[in-house]
């Protein structure tokens, strides 16, 4: 990816609109459901819930006891209509 580049991700729920929010700001709550199989945990989240600030997830993988990262900052957040997390880093860990 280059600076030029752009991912939107769109997704209509049932839920209301400060519950969706509540889901991908609030620490507890990405940790419930952030993860890429049942079975996978996360095992961080972070949130600094501001214009500049960062977000922040980390999930493992239970069958390869490797954890996968990654974040970004937010570049714009107007709750609990809009959230825009701009790209950040990518890692891989083997514990």
Known sequence: ??????????????APAPAVFDAWTSEEVLRRWWHAAHDWETTEASVDLRVGG????????PHKDVEY??????????????????????????S
């Open 1 to 14: 990816m280059n600076d030029t580049t752009t991912l939107r991700m769109e997704r209509t729920f049932q």
């Open 69 to 94: 990262g990654g974040g970004g900052r937010y570049t714009e957040i107007d709750p609990p209509r809009r959230l825009a997390p701009g790209s950040g880093t990518a890692t891989t860990s083997a």
């Open 54 to 61: 960062e977000v922040r997830v980390v999930m493992r993988d």
